[in-house]
């Protein structure tokens, strides 16, 4: 069986408006995905599940807000009452939400998590690998979708300052409510101390 992937029109660049709000910028891309990938994808996504650890550094890229990788073989119809469109062979959907540039994040994405790029792309069609990064993004970019429209709840925060402010707001309660019965001596030392315990979240 052949296919390729859903016409995309043209090239997408990655900084088109319609894929930012803010901070965030959106990522979609489909891909048409071999017949022995219909077996190798949701194995390799129930040993994630399982506790496998392949894309333990995605946690560490904290500029990534969301990343998610999807099978389908049916198109809902955009509008009036009609049947899906069935598709000749499987797809991929990869749809993800960053701070800072394209560039960096196709990169990081080749470099860091080498292995988990071949497990959800080595199937599709045209994948050249993960590395050297060129390749990747030109595959990237010919099977890109460029939003429709794009929200973003915290424009102006990136995905570093949602997770500090997680971090830090529970203390921050605390804090709070103990500064209710303190003096001013005292409070004044609990804020020196609540600045250096929270220092890697401010």
Known sequence: MTSAPIAAGPAATGTDDRNVHGNAVALTVFSAVKRWGRIELPVFVEFLRRGGNSLGDLRTLSFIQS??????????????PQPQRRLTSVHLYFESNFNGGWEEYIDAFSYVLRL?????WGSS??????????PFKDYIHANELNAAHYYSAYPEATA???LAALQLQP???QLKWQATWMTPTEFAAAWRAFLTETQPWL
Do not use: K
């Open 67 to 80: 990343a998610r990788w999807s099978l389908f073989t049916e198109i809902p119809y955009n509008g009036p």
């Open 116 to 120: 988990g790029m071949w497990a959800f």
């Open 125 to 134: 069609y045209g994948f050249p690998g993960a590395v050297p990064a060129g």
């Open 160 to 162: 570093t300052m949602v």
């Open 171 to 173: 203390r921050l309660d």
